[in-house]
């Protein structure tokens, strides 16, 4: 009979011990796959949030230079308006006359001073040597009362955005004796215009 309960109670510890090897056997392999693609999910999502942040770092890079450029592309305008092209070069005359007209001066006359000059041909230490820019003079000769009004012209015309250099500057007395004569001598200059 005690061998019978031996027998008995080998049959299920050996079933159940069995059961429990199998089962050890089998959650080992479930858990090593299980960790294995957590491992792997793992590393794929470091890798892509690495990615990410170089992704953020250029965004920040390219909205940088989007805001340069448009930085210099203003600037480029405001460069061309004052250089302005050959066939633009007229409206100085009509600025510098609003210019000087504004501080209370009449305008006499403006003409062309010395005449057109091309960079190749520039002696002047105001002439500008490059390719492409021409330089003009020009003679504005006005009228005023007051002393403060020359320097308000000069002035306006330093602030202008038109690039203009004061060659020479001649002032004296009006014919009534009550004001000043005054003539600049200046000095602006254009681009060429690009061939088509």
Partial sequence: ????????????????????????????????????????LSSDIKSKEENLQKLETKLTKLQELKSKEVELIQKKDRVLAALPQDQDVSRLFVEVEKMISD????????????????????????NVNMPGIKNYS????????????????????????????????????????NGFKVTFGMKTYSREEASK
Avoid: H
């Avoid at 006005?142 to 012209?153: L, Q, R």
């Avoid at 038109?162 to 500057?169: K, M, Q």
């Fill in 1 to 40: 009979v005690a061998k019978l309960n031996k027998e008995n109670y080998m049959y299920p510890a050996a079933m159940v011990a069995g059961a429990v090897l199998v089962s050890i056997f089998i959650g080992f392999f479930i858990i090593k796959t299980q960790y294995n693609t957590g491992v792997k």
């Fill in 103 to 126: 501080t209370g001066a009449f305008v006499e006359s403006a003409k062309e001073g010395s005449g057109v000059q091309t960079a190749s041909s520039a002696t002047s230490a105001t």
């Fill in 138 to 177: 020009y003679d504005i000769n006005f009228t005023t009362s007051t002393y403060e009004s020359i320097k308000n012209s000069l002035d306006n015309m330093e602030k202008a955005l038109r690039l203009v250099n004061l060659d020479s500057f001649k002032i004296g007395a009006d014919a009534s004796g």
